[in-house]
């Protein structure tokens, strides 16, 4: 059987461009950028993470967070529990802004999303403690102004 549409192109029918963020360590109990927003408005319709590196035993959460580059920042997602995730699981947002995050373990997880609009600036993510682990992301996103496009932080 001849495939029509490639499973990248139905992916951007479905949710917009995709950018990938190399492996990351976890901030230590600080924020730090994950994907750059310039040139206007975009709609997330996906954020997902996959733990590459355990994360440690120290008592954990993590924020997702709009960094505007004007006005105050706002938390996409509120502070969940990462503590001890194994390799594999996976974080994602799990909804409505302001929800708690999605956290599964590795086998599989479901991590809807109804979309996210941010304005120029940063997505970021905020950790409460210093731990040990490592985090990849995948964003998936559609512009709303003209000339709006997301980056790797």
Avoid at 119 to 127: A, E, F, I, P
């Amino acid at each position: 059987m001849s495939v029509i549409i490639q499973g990248d192109q139905l992916r951007t029918i479905n949710y917009g461009t995709k950018v990938s963020r190399s492996t990351q360590t976890i901030p230590q109990t600080a924020q730090a950028a994950l994907f750059n927003v310039v040139g206007g408005r975009v709609l997330i319709t996906s954020l997902v993470g996959q733990v590459t590196t355990v994360i440690g035993g120290t008592a954990t959460t993590l924020t997702i967070v709009g960094n505007p580059t004007v006005g105050s920042d706002v938390n996409i997602a509120t502070a969940t529990a990462i503590t001890s995730k194994e390799a594999g699981s996976l974080i994602g947002l799990a909804g409505t802004v302001g929800t708690a995050l999605n956290v599964q373990s590795a086998g599989a997880g479901a991590l809807p999303t109804s979309g996210t609009v941010v304005n120029v600036g940063t997505v970021d993510w905020l950790t409460s403690a210093s731990t040990t682990g490592a985090i990849s992301w995948v964003l998936t996103y559609v512009p709303l102004d003209n000339g709006a496009s997301v980056t790797a932080a």
